[in-house]
């Protein structure tokens, strides 16, 4: 049963920074890709970034230069480091995940990001 879990949301002032962790469970030698969403209200959610299990990366050009996405060496947890955070950033950011074999990626439930003027 995959199950991806994230964390290190919360609420912080316009300039400041935020790390977010997402850690996949099960078959966790079959993960691909992994990636970062937000959705704000009234929004679609919307691509932040996305690394390659070969360390290859992309980012939206909103995010570009603030936000750093990255692995750990056990290839299943994904972190995205946010630095000069706007109150546009705030969100509510999905961790992605895309497994070898599935037609669908797997999604976690979560964390809220605030950021205030």
């Known amino acids: 049963q995959v199950q991806l879990v994230e964390s290190g949301g919360g609420l912080v002032q316009a300039g400041g920074s935020l790390r977010l962790s997402c850690t996949a469970s099960?078959?966790?030698?079959?993960?691909?890709?992994m990636g970062w969403y937000r959705q704000a209200p009234g929004k679609q959610r919307e691509l932040v970034a996305t690394?390659?299990?070969?360390?290859?990366?992309n980012y939206a050009d909103s995010v570009k230069g603030r936000f750093t996405i990255s692995r750990g060496n056990a290839k299943n947890t994904v972190y995205l480091q946010m630095n000069s955070l706007k109150p546009e950033d705030t969100a509510y950011y999905y961790c992605?995940?895309?497994?070898?074999?599935?037609?669908?990626?797997?999604w976690g439930l979560g964390t809220q990001v605030t950021v205030s003027s």
């Open positions: 992605n995940a895309e497994y070898l074999g599935a037609t669908m990626p797997y």
């Open positions: 099960g078959s966790i030698f079959l993960i691909k890709n």
């Open positions: 690394i390659t299990s070969g360390g290859q990366t």
